[in-house]
């Protein structure tokens, strides 16, 4: 599977962006997707991650550190996940990475059960 994301830039604190990360290639239901992140000179953390629950409801999970700040989701019809963050801060500054996991059942928060990674996008959040 491919994975292309896209949506960051430069934002004030306070302020609010969404990443978008299409998938292509294999069937984009058999995967959990994931966001992580990577700031200058530190190791790349978990952010957000969700897979397919049952019913109507998808299963999440977050970073302690932006929970109730962003949020992850999914359009399956357009084959892509996203994180909308809100109230961003300088500490959010990162290039962030989706990925996609063939481990399904719950949400994956360690990079390595990961198989596929997107480039990455750059957010910086300026004070």
């Known amino acids: 599977v491919q994975l292309q994301a896209s949506g960051g830039g430069l934002v004030q604190a306070g302020g609010s962006l969404r990443l978008s990360c299409a998938a292509s290639?294999?069937?984009?239901?058999?995967?959990?997707m994931g966001w992580f992140r990577q700031a200058p000179g530190k190791e790349r953390d978990f952010v957000a991650a969700?897979?397919?629950?049952?019913?109507?409801?998808?299963?999440?999970d977050y970073a302690d550190s932006v929970k109730g700040r962003f949020t992850i989701s999914r359009d399956s019809a357009k084959n892509t996940v996203y994180l909308q963050m809100n109230n961003l801060k300088p500490e959010d500054t990162a290039v962030y990475y989706c990925?996609?996991?063939?481990?399904?059942?719950?949400?994956?928060?360690?990079?390595?059960?990961?198989?596929?990674w997107g480039q990455g996008t750059l957010v910086t959040v300026s004070s």
């Open positions: 990925a996609a996991s063939p481990r399904v059942g719950y949400p994956r928060i360690l990079g390595y059960e990961y198989d596929y």
């Open positions: 969700i897979s397919w629950g049952d019913g109507n409801a998808d299963y999440v």
């Open positions: 290639g294999r069937t984009f239901s058999s995967y959990n």
